[in-house]
């Protein structure tokens, strides 16, 4: 696979700087690169030329006197905006006592009173100097630079400015740590992105433990590998198996589940009830593209016009910035719908009869309700999720198919035989009690 090759070229980079391979830390970027076909946007320009760092920095500047926890053994790091990954890590810091650890933060957004914005530990005059050493240094690096063009489609000055900002990450993170000299262990929500990355490759230097959360299923490899981390937390052995199967070391891997679902308790299935004044349908949006994003919503209009049955509908937008929040009033003009997008997701589908799709990880969340799941196909969409594997959603092409599968009643729960045996391997153990098994390892290992 292309994607093995472009992920080794990034990794095996030998361009070093303090000790840092410095464009691992721009993989992100340089697949975003690559693949982003959405229509442009001002956020999206930011992010093409990595101003996003420094705008967060100012954005956040009046925050920063907040007084830290000094001292404190275990930090949390939550650079991305996406409240599923922060959430994630949330439920596991309450777990913890709360004078022992430390949340460090990258975007106002997200901000609580327990969080820290790393920003503040930034060094702006340290950053110019060595921004002007590593571009001497590149000056000499003219074939990394034609490579990764190449490879990439991306301009000498966009990867000049990535690596600039990736230089003014790498001071926040030594200065935070050279004011926090007593942390013991770091726990992220991805070792793949540059913020996180930087802890992991600061940490190792200085044997402090790095462990990571499974953010989500497993799909695209470039934002799981390379592992840095001395350890990542597995959803179950699904999962875990697919680490094991792209080199992934077995003893970075640990299979505890993940702290999101804790809230998720086993219920009795519940078939829809057809004779109810009104079916609820909960409509879930994902960053697949817009141009899909446009189909989906069109053939979901398609579908309530052309059906006598009256449903009551509910469209959960994905909690990040591609969340195509435009796109319900500009499509389903005319259709009754309420409009969810930091709601929480669970709520959502416990309340709702039926969730409907694109491809994504909240399909797997249905499943853990017992609600039966259907998904849009689109030929564009390579990747299989572990839910299709297992044959436990219900696959619809067009407005009509989509009428078929939800307006037959034996169809609609076919499924659900499939489900346990799904959710055994996919979630491990749905008891409430994975970010007490991450908790008590982390504890238990220093």
Not at 40 to 53: G, L, P, R, T, V
Not at 197 to 206: H, I, T
Not at 218 to 233: E, I, N, Q, S, T
Not at 269 to 274: L, Q, R, S
């Amino acid at each position: 696979m292309a994607v093995f090759e472009d992920i080794k070229l990034i990794n095996d980079s030998s361009l070093k700087f303090k000790g840092y391979n410095i464009i691992s830390l721009s993989q992100v970027f340089l697949f975003d690169s690559k693949y982003q076909k959405d229509k442009k946007s001002f956020s999206k320009f930011i992010k093409a030329y990595s101003f996003d760092n420094i705008t967060k920095y100012l954005i956040s500047f009046r925050c920063f006197k907040k007084k830290s926890n000094r001292n404190p053994s275990v930090i949390f790091v939550n650079d991305i905006y996406n409240f599923s990954m922060i959430s994630n890590s949330r439920i596991l810091q309450k777990k913890f006592n709360s004078k022992m650890i430390q949340e460090i933060i990258c975007d106002k957004r997200i901000f609580n009173p327990n969080a820290e914005f790393l920003y503040k530990y930034s060094k702006l005059f340290t950053t110019l100097l060595d921004i002007i050493k590593i571009s001497v240094r590149l000056n000499f690096s003219h074939s990394n630079y034609n490579i990764l063009k190449e490879s990439f489609g991306v301009s000498k000055l966009k990867l000049w400015l990535n690596i600039c900002d990736s230089i003014f990450i790498i001071n926040c993170v030594e200065s935070f740590f050279a004011k926090n000299k007593g942390i013991q262990s770091v726990i992220l929500n991805s070792d793949v992105h540059k913020i996180s990355r930087v802890f992991v490759f600061y940490c190792k230097k200085r044997n402090i433990k790095t462990y990571v959360l499974q953010h989500g299923a497993p799909v695209g490899h470039f934002g799981y590998l390379p592992v840095y981390a001395d350890k990542m937390f597995n959803w179950g052995s699904y999962s875990y198996d697919w680490f094991i199967k792209n080199n992934t070391s077995k003893d970075k891997l640990v299979i505890t589940g993940t702290p999101k679902t804790d809230d998720i308790n086993p219920i009795l299935k519940k078939k829809v009830n057809f004779l109810s004044d009104s079916i609820s349908l909960l409509i879930v949006l994902n960053p697949i593209g817009e141009d899909l994003c446009r189909i989906f919503l069109r053939t979901i209009k398609e579908f309530i016009q052309i059906s006598n049955n009256k449903y009551e509908l509910l469209i959960k937008l994905h909690p990040s910035s591609n969340s195509y929040k435009n796109l319900p009033s500009e499509i389903l003009d005319g259709i009754n719908y309420q409009l969810y997008h930091l709601e929480d997701l669970h709520s959502l589908i416990k309340d709702t009869d039926i969730l409907i799709s694109t491809p994504s990880t909240a399909g797997a969340e249905a499943i853990a309700f017992y609600k039966p799941l259907l998904t849009m196909h689109f030929d564009e969409i390579k990747y299989t999720l572990a839910y299709e594997s297992y044959d436990c959603n219900i696959k619809f092409y067009d407005a009509d198919s989509l009428l078929v599968c939800l307006e037959d009643e034996r169809k609609l729960n076919s499924k659900l035989i499939n489900y346990d045996g799904f959710l055994q391997d996919y979630f491990y153990k749905l008891d409430g009690n994975s970010a007490i098994r991450i908790k008590d390892y982390i504890i238990n290992e220093k």
